[in-house]
């Protein structure tokens, strides 16, 4: 018999949007058991990595309005985001920024004792709110510590959630590894939350924590729910090298230069407007084409790369507005950026596409809910302005704790849980994946595979590259990688890693085969061979569906509430 | 105690996986010590020749172990930039953040990494944070204010930057244990609150939003509490974040002896 545990609300991650849904839930509903279920200790999901800002209006005595964010998102997804879900995040941003305040967060205040707000790319106002350069790292802190409050919040730190168990209509429970003793569980619980964030990881070059891989997508894809948009992948401008790490945009927020080898900086001839501040898919097509027009520099590594240069910033200022970077250019990469340019280049950092929702995070299947970056609500398009995604884990995880808070307090009736698929899955993990034998080193194969990601989906696309690379994909996948060499029950993560290695195959594809069907040029998605947008064939979401034979792809329709799309230009 | 010679491995010219250059093929011997209690409380170390460069951290140079030699190293790790407090260890016997420790800097032909101090060990370099996480969460580490709940319309705390000053260092705590486990109390006193704690339920006291110094006071003064400390000053001396927790207990104990207020 398989150990099992009832729980009322359980939410799957335990980033910003998690345990901003936690908190929420526990507050609407007190007496509710609440489970924040997380592959890491709850206190390190990649969200404490966020480094720049969250967006909102603070400021409108100063002429910031709510309709300049709008159309700043609306204009940075290439008129791919969902208008109503946009004014959604909109308006609600102010008072989460104010919620945090409240609940301990060191946002850097002006001189007066107001909260400080900074430019960020894409934006008309320097609407990004900020403390220092650690802005994920306090917010991710502050949800922690106001979880502390609330003793129907419990934690289970270092549990790997397998598969998602629904009987077709209604959720039912999940399948989940207890790390530390290495037992197999199931939660039986009234309502999911899916907030597992983004999947940077299928990139070899990449700004996310390794533990940033699909399982939360994959789960959500095996169990019948559509991944949209995923084509749509973020490289931010500036990773550094050699280790991808991320140096916020608000280094160019507060000035920062972008140099190509003739010192010029080229963002003049891209975005004579916003220059380096245009929205990131526009930098880093700038810098890709600098590189392959002979205008890049290289590095140690031998690796293509362009300038970051500081200096004129002084000392002073990095140090006290920009200490993070400081720190990791030091450190990392042994260059203090008050002395030396920094050596950046395009590097994975968000996807715009995820867990098919509605505007208030729900799924197809009643009871489960997604947000964050795990979610697709179409908040972001074709690409997303930086201080965003900050910005749209706290507004939809507070969105879906609410909600699904009160469908729990509804009472439903619960479904009989399909203990079938607890065997199912039990069979596909432990005789599938532990019991598997092979020669191939899944290690290797992880490498592999992210690096046909990097060179066939990267910045710019086309369709022998995106063709080649799903092929490669797919005849990689055949390889004998299928098995856990460590025998041992306790912290098994080699077992944890290849089944991690598995979502990345199915994730992968997804992101491929809707770069294939994406004919046109949109956002992040750049087609040399279709370099144009195509709103008469395209301006629609991609769905993918999981079948055990190949993927099913559909289309899904632009919500245009006021503006009709034009031409984008910065 | 085997020593593995390293497979050639392919390299390849992309990022994230920087082409070696051939005047850099450096190897280092790393120590790692296996133990699992499940199965065998005593531990023994095992060591693996790896090769290096210049910016090799001693996360990378363990998973290097874990990915070509043994798949078997239990290790807790993610974000690989010094924010997610994971991989905190001993190496070359002081607490240090593995992602944050070039080898480099170690300036040792030989590297030994072993489960931090003070922490009941799960299996070989991950270990137990019961402790620290329920103590962190008796400290109250959370704003205390009628008002922390917003209502409609309302705007922040004012709070200037001289306000924000006064705590905004002892919030860089990541959590990662290091302190607790470089810590000479705690290795005599399994109850005692530590560093982290009383980190925590300073920089939340010096708050100025925040009015709940007197039940904080109330839970660091008692007998596992703030008077054990006798400043040896270690835990100050290995955070990674620069947070200096031995500051932190004095300034409380100056709430509790009334040199402040």
């Known amino acids: ?570 | 105690m085997a020593t593995v010679t390293v497979p050639k491995k392919e390299s390849q010219n992309l990022p994230g996986n920087p082409k070696e250059s051939q005047e850099q093929q450096k190897t280092v011997t790393l120590r790692i010590a296996r133990i699992n209690p499940g199965e065998d409380a005593k531990g023994k170390f095992e060591e693996f020749k790896i090769p290096v460069q210049k910016w090799t951290t001693v996360l990378e140079a363990i998973l290097y172990v874990k990915q070509n030699l043994d798949h078997s190293v239990a290790l807790r790790y993610s974000c690989r930039q010094a924010s997610c407090g994971s991989c905190g260890m001993k190496i070359n016997g002081k607490p240090r953040l593995a992602c944050y420790t070039k080898i480099s800097e170690l300036e040792s032909e030989t590297i030994t990494v072993e489960p931090m101090s003070n922490y009941p060990i799960i299996r070989d370099l991950a270990v137990n944070f019961e402790h620290l996480f329920s103590t962190h969460k008796k400290m109250k580490p959370f704003i205390i204010n009628e008002e922390s709940e917003i209502k409609p319309g309302a705007k922040e705390f004012i709070q200037t930057p001289q306000d924000l000053e006064k705590f905004l260092q002892f919030s860089y705590c990541i959590k990662c244990g290091l302190c607790n486990s470089a810590c000479p109390t705690m290795a005599t006193d399994a109850s005692f609150i530590g560093p982290q704690g009383l980190a925590q339920a300073y920089r939340y006291t010096a708050d100025n939003r925040d009015e709940g110094k007197k039940e904080r006071l109330k839970i660091v003064d008692q007998s596992h509490g703030i008077w054990r400390c006798h400043f040896a000053g270690s835990c100050s001396n290995v955070c990674p974040k620069g947070v200096d927790p031995a500051m932190a207990i004095q300034l409380l104990r100056g709430y509790l002896l009334g040199f402040r207020k």
């Not at chain 1, 533990?211 to 084509?231: F, N, V």
């Open chain 1, 1 to 570: 018999m398989v150990n099992s545990i009832d729980i009322d609300l359980l939410i799957v991650g335990s980033g910003l949007a998690g345990l901003r849904a936690a908190i929420q839930a526990a507050k609407v509903a007190p007496h509710m058991k609440i489970a924040v279920v997380s592959k890491l200790q709850v206190m390190r999901s990649h969200s404490v990595s966020a480094e720049g800002g969250t967006a909102a209006v603070l400021y409108p005595e100063d002429g910031d309005t709510l309709e300049s964010h709008i159309y700043d998102t609306v204009k940075g997804s290439d008129f791919l985001g969902d208008q109503d879900v946009i004014e959604k995040l909109v308006a609600d941003m102010p008072s989460e920024v104010y919620q945090l305040e409240h609940w301990g967060m060191p946002w850097s205040r002006r001189e007066d004792g107001r909260i400080g707000q900074r430019n960020f790319g894409g934006y008309s106002f320097p609407r990004a709110t900020f403390a220092q350069d650690k802005v994920g790292f306090y917010e991710m802190q502050t949800l922690y510590d106001t979880c502390q409050k609330f003793d129907n919040i419990m934690f289970y730190n270092e549990w790997f959630v397998t598969s998602i168990i629904h009987d077709n209509l209604r959720f039912c429970g999940v399948t989940a590894i207890e790390l530390s003793s290495g037992t197999f569980y199931t939660f039986k619980a009234k309502a999911l939350i899916i907030a597992t964030g983004g999947a940077g990881r299928v990139y070899s070059f990449s700004t996310y924590a390794l533990a940033s891989t699909p399982d939360g997508l994959d789960m959500a894809y095996r169990a019948g729910m559509a991944l949209k948009d995923m084509e749509f992948v973020q490289f931010h401008p500036t990773g550094i090298l050699p280790s991808g790490i991320l140096i916020t945009e608000g280094a160019r927020g507060e000035g920062g230069y972008l140099l190509n080898s003739n010192g010029e900086r080229f963002m003049k001839k891209y975005a004579p407007t916003k220059l380096e501040l245009a929205s990131r898919d526009v930098v880093s097509r700038a810098m890709i084409t600098e590189i392959n027009e002979g205008r890049g520099f290289k590095h140690d590594t031998g690796v293509d790369c362009m300038k970051l240069d500081l200096r004129h910033l002084g000392k002073e200022l990095i140090i006290k507005k920009l200490p993070a970077i400081r720190e990791i250019s030091l450190k990392f990469s042994g260059i203090d950026p008050a002395d030396e340019p920094i050596d950046v280049r395009p590097v994975c950092h968000y996807m715009m596409g995820g867990i098919h929702t509605n505007i208030d995070g729900a799924t197809e299947i009643q009871g489960i809910w997604a947000a964050g970056e795990a979610a697709c609500n179409s908040v972001h398009g074709a690409n997303r302005l930086g201080a965003n995604s900050t910005a749209e884990c706290l507004v939809w995880g507070k969105i879906t704790g609410e909600l699904a808070a009160k469908y729990i307090m509804d009472n439903k009736p619960t479904p009989p849980f399909p203990l079938h698929l607890v065997a199912n899955e039990e069979k596909r993990i432990y005789d599938g994946i532990f019991r598997g034998t092979g020669g191939a080193n899944p290690y290797e194969v992880r490498q592999d595979l992210t690096e046909i990601m990097n060179s066939k989906a990267y910045v710019y696309r086309n369709e022998n590259d995106l063709v080649e690379g799903l092929k490669l994909v797919r005849s990689l996948r055949l390889k004998t990688w299928k098995h856990v060499d460590d025998k041992a029950k306790e912290y098994n993560t080699n077992f944890t890693n290849v089944m991690e290695l598995d979502s990345m195959f199915r994730v992968a594809e997804v992101i491929l085969m809707g770069a294939i069907w994406r004919k046109e040029s949109r956002g992040a998605h750049a087609r040399t061979d279709y370099p144009d947008r195509d709103d008469k064939n395209f301006l629609a979401h991609t769905l993918v569906y999981y079948d055990s034979k190949e993927p099913v792809i559909k289309t899904h329709p632009v919500t245009i509430t006021k503006y009709k799309p034009v031409e984008r230009k910065y």
